[in-house]
């Protein structure tokens, strides 16, 4: 008798390497500019090992925007809240923000959320629920630090934690752009202690 339950191939690439290389590759080319001919070249893998993986062009851009949601996009987040002195975290979340953004060794600069997933809004079902969690979990983030600094009492019992939540988070956005508009890490830091003082002060 034939074995029916017989076991499939085992895989032979790692799929979280795959993985950030079709983040990349989106993140280069835009989700309607790349094919599924550029993301099995650059992933190194065949159509039907893709599908098996990883399902649609769809489901794979999904499962890259979880991926850098999950890794990538948090480094500002972790310098923020790792800094024991809030001014210190403040710069150390801005600082994080403005390399990401003009570093080139990496290929595509800036946010992918900001720089590529936003432009598919709308388009992409899943794009937009994934985009609008994102935002929130890092203004509760945020804000949650505030709220820790007002119980230590470093900061004023009155001081509006999600509302400098969203204008960190907004400066982030605005670093963004500007390093993928071109400019330069130096340039974007000279700043960075009024900014600081505009999140954490009301006399701005």
Same mark, same amino acid.
């Given at each position: 008798?034939?074995?029916?339950?017989?076991?499939?191939?085992?895989?032979?690439?790692?799929?979280? +390497?795959?993985?950030?290389?079709?983040?990349?590759?989106?993140?280069?080319?835009?989700?309607?500019?790349?094919?599924?001919?550029?993301?099995?070249?650059?992933?190194?893998?065949?159509?039907?090992?893709?599908?098996?993986?990883?399902?649609?062009?769809?489901?794979?851009?999904?499962?890259?925007?979880?991926?850098?949601?999950?890794?990538?996009?948090?480094?500002?987040?972790?310098?923020?809240?790792?800094?024991?002195?809030?001014?210190?975290?403040?710069?150390?979340?801005?600082?994080?923000?403005?390399?990401?953004?003009?570093?080139?060794?990496?290929?595509?600069?800036?946010?992918?959320?900001?720089?590529?997933?936003?432009?598919? /809004?709308? +388009?992409?079902?899943?794009?937009?629920?994934? /985009?609008?969690?994102?935002?929130?979990?890092?203004?509760?983030?945020?804000?949650?630090?505030?709220?820790?600094?007002?119980?230590?009492?470093?900061?004023?019992?009155?001081?509006?934690?999600?509302?400098?939540? *969203?204008?960190?988070?907004?400066?982030?956005?605005?670093?963004?752009?500007?390093?993928?508009?071109?400019?330069? +890490?130096?340039?974007?830091?000279?700043?960075?202690?009024? *900014?600081?003082?505009?999140?954490?002060?009301?006399?701005?």
């Amino acid at each position: 008798m034939n074995d029916t339950n017989k076991k499939g191939r085992p895989r032979t690439f790692d799929l979280d +390497e795959a993985l950030l290389a079709a983040m990349n590759t989106f993140w280069a080319k835009g989700y309607d500019g790349t094919s599924m001919k550029d993301l099995t070249k650059a992933m190194g893998i065949s159509g039907p090992s893709l599908y098996a993986a990883f399902g649609d062009k769809r489901e794979l851009y999904l499962k890259s925007i979880d991926r850098y949601a999950d890794t990538d996009g948090c480094a500002p987040i972790v310098a923020f809240e790792s800094e024991s002195d809030i001014s210190k975290a403040v710069e150390g979340f801005l600082l994080s923000v403005i390399h990401y953004s003009t570093d080139y060794s990496g290929g595509a600069r800036g946010c992918f959320l900001a720089s590529c997933v936003s432009t598919s /809004m709308g +388009e992409v079902e899943g794009v937009e629920e994934r /985009m609008t969690k994102a935002i929130e979990e890092t203004d509760f983030r945020l804000a949650s630090r505030f709220d820790i600094e007002k119980e230590k009492g470093v900061l004023g019992a009155d001081f509006p934690s999600l509302d400098r939540a *969203r204008l960190l988070y907004d400066m982030r956005q605005g670093y963004v752009f500007r390093g993928r508009a071109g400019w330069s +890490e130096e340039s974007l830091t000279k700043d960075i202690a009024d *900014r600081v003082h505009m999140v954490l002060h009301d006399d701005y």
